[in-house]
RNA sequence: GGUCCCAUCGUCUAGUCGGGCCUAGGACACCGGGUUUUCAACCCGGCAACAGGGGUUCGAAUCCCCUUGGGACUACCA
């Protein structure tokens, strides 16, 4: 039976490029008939917080993407956090060490940077200088006396090349004298990603590790390590990695990036000012601007707001936060470096599921285009059931806390029947929420107010607009149509000057659904109470425009 | 610098393995037109690519080599 996984290090929300390795690994599971792991690695203590795990697991249930044994739920081969199954790693670790295939080493940070740097100046790779002869456990007690830390390193193999056996990429030869002796034990006990990745993966009978391109210089190490351990060598796939419209892989420095590009480009900006937005200092500020330091995420993403810049999302959620529907966001990363045999692009889960095709994985990067994004959120909008589409909507009202969050079912229903063809629930949302805001707090645009509400006469239309709006004897979209397309008619006017102040005084914008809908969904006392007050607001002002 | 990966329209890609069916197909974007009460959506049309150079072959986008370009990795991160 296929086993895939999902791997994900707990250091934050979920991002595009984790979410599309995901998509793959659970796909080929389920068009395989297979089982999907998720696994939280959780070995580095510096860098893990204790929400990002939760955070993972949220997005991944928001995107409807399910595991069959992993954190929440449990399975036979658990548990399936890293940093709960320690015991397991120093039992192999131990092995190798008691078989001659690892040894203990007592060098300092420092001391390896000095030997990086060496290699650098000499201009060959760094790989670790095996001693002759491996330190004893009288070594390592001499080592802990003099306060030196202790790791435990893998001695790879040199006799043969290492080949990888790729899906994607075909074979992959390495020289073993190019991988150099890795670390396995890091000297707080933990043990490395090389290993725990290896045990974690014969021991939970992983067949197939789907994961991005920048693992492959990772395999022969991973490989040589298996062999030693009298392990199985899984599947490997390699898969093209998703870059950013701004050069380089799409992660999440691409928002630091963004940020900097954007502050440089103001004219004698405010580093102060910055600065204290973002509540560092004046000096962490220049060295960002350097590109010698990056503030944390909060800290951009304050000063991105306080300079009004908008950073590109990159974590599942934002994509969530703007509107964007689960059933897009699979497809469309589903999308990037796979494609089906015919052609077809926007498809459901389920067809998704049923053509998906390990071997047809490109192997070249690809760029993350959304605008193409924005396209299949509109063909998705559409697709969905109205069920679907309702429930999607309310749980986009919730996140973004919005005026029509307490809106009943019903009336939710109806503006999603008069938004046909919005290209995002944020749309749809802004577009629509003039109709639960008070009457008396419609937020008019400025500019809308002096092209629409100013001219022509717009004022006396709309009491005349109101006024055949109370005469009709009941009121549809076809009643008020007729009424308005009579106005016209009478008046020798295109359909604009009496619909569009008509909208302005409803909603304080030129964007809505269709007129006759909103005045039908908004009902005719409201309608009139807003022209009045639209009336009496701006009657005022007109004649100072005059 | 070293190692490895990759290379078709602006972008995502089909075609490459098993050379002829490719005057290179589709989608997004863009441009023009239509529809229209706004924003969208929608309909019609158009623009647009085999990175360069050498081979192999009757024939190359497809196979080989070189060049160039892009990317990944180069941690006691994963």
Redesign the pocket.
Same mark, same amino acid.
């Given at each position: 039976m296929v086993v895939t996984r999902f791997?994900?290090?707990p250091t934050g929300y979920l991002h595009v490029g984790g979410a599309r390795t995901a998509m793959f690994n659970w796909l080929f599971a389920k068009s395989m008939g297979g089982k999907f792991i998720l696994r939280i690695?959780d070995?580095?203590t510096?860098?893990n917080t204790p929400t990002a795990a939760q955070q993972v697991i949220d997005d991944l249930r928001w995107l409807g993407i399910n595991w069959d044994e992993g954190p929440e739920i449990g399975g036979h081969n658990g548990p399936y956090l890293q940093s709960e199954r320690l015991e397991i790693y120093s039992k192999y670790i131990k092995q190798l060490l008691d078989e001659g295939k690892a040894y203990y080493c007592f060098?300092?940070?420092e001391e390896?940077a000095q030997m990086?740097d060496l290699?650098?100046k000499e201009?060959?790779?760094?790989v670790y200088a095996r001693p002759e002869n491996f330190p004893t456990e009288a070594d390592v007690e001499s080592a802990r006396a003099a306060g030196r830390?202790i790791?435990v390193r893998f001695a790879v193999p040199q006799d043969k090349p290492i080949v990888i056996q790729d899906i994607i990429?075909?074979e =992959?030869? !390495?020289?073993p004298e190019?991988i150099g002796d890795f670390?396995i034990q890091?000297?707080?006990g !933990?043990p490395?990603?090389?290993m725990? =990745?290896v045990i974690d993966d014969e021991l939970m009978e992983v067949t197939h590790v789907i994961r991005g391109?920048?693992?492959?210089?990772?395999t022969p190490g991973h490989q040589t390590l298996q062999q030693a351990l009298g392990f199985r060598v899984p599947q490997y796939a390699h898969m093209?990695?998703t870059?950013s419209d701004s050069?380089?892989?799409l992660s999440k420095r691409e928002r630091p990036k963004t940020l900097k590009t954007a502050i440089k480009a103001v004219q004698n900006p405010d580093l102060q000012a910055i600065a204290d937005a973002g509540g560092i200092s004046l000096e962490d500020i220049e060295l960002f601007l350097k590109g010698k330091m990056v503030p944390d995420m909060p800290v951009i993403n304050d000063i991105a707001e306080f300079l009004n810049v908008h950073l590109p999302e990159i974590n599942v959620v934002d994509f969530n936060k703007n509107g964007y529907l689960p059933e897009t966001m699979v497809n469309f990363l589903g999308?990037?470096?796979?494609?089906t045999?015919d052609?077809r692009?926007v498809m459901t889960l389920e067809e998704q599921i049923e053509c998906f095709d390990i071997k047809?994985l490109?192997?070249?990067?690809?760029?993350f285009?959304r605008?193409?994004l924005?396209?299949f959120n509109?063909?998705h909008i559409?697709m969905v059931s109205p069920e679907k589409l309702l429930a999607h909507f309310k749980a986009y009202l919730q996140c973004c806390d919005s005026p029509l969050k307490d809106a009943p079912d019903d009336l939710l229903a109806r503006l999603l029947t008069v938004t046909?063809?919005?290209?995002t629930l944020a749309?749809i949302e802004a577009?629509t929420r003039f109709i639960v805001l008070p009457d008396d707090q419609i937020e008019y645009i400025p500019k809308v107010v002096k092209k629409v509400l100013l001219k022509h006469d717009a004022l006396n239309m709309l009491a005349v607009v109101r006024d055949r709006l109370v005469a009709l004897d009941e009121l549809t979209a076809e009643s008020i149509?007729a009424a308005l397309r009579k106005i016209t008619e009478e008046k020798q006017v295109?359909?604009?000057k009496v619909?569009?102040p008509l909208?302005v005084a409803i909603c304080g914008n030129? =964007?809505?659904?269709?007129? !006759?809908d909103s005045v039908t969904i908004l009902g005719i006392d409201r309608t009139v109470k807003r022209i009045n007050l639209t009336i009496e607001k701006f009657t005022q002002s007109s004649t100072e425009v005059q």
């Open positions: 791997a994900p290090s690695e070995t580095d510096k860098r060098d300092t940070p390896l990086r290699a650098a201009k060959r790779s760094s830390p790791t990429r075909g =992959v030869t !390495f020289a190019e670390i890091k000297s707080d !933990f490395t990603y090389h725990a =990745v391109q920048e693992h492959l210089m990772n093209s990695v870059v050069g380089g892989k999308m990037l470096g796979w494609s045999s052609d692009e047809r490109a192997k070249s990067n690809s760029l285009d605008k193409k924005m396209s509109t063909e559409r046909e063809g919005a290209r749309e577009k149509e295109g359909l604009g619909a569009q909208r030129t =964007v809505s659904p269709s007129i !006759f």
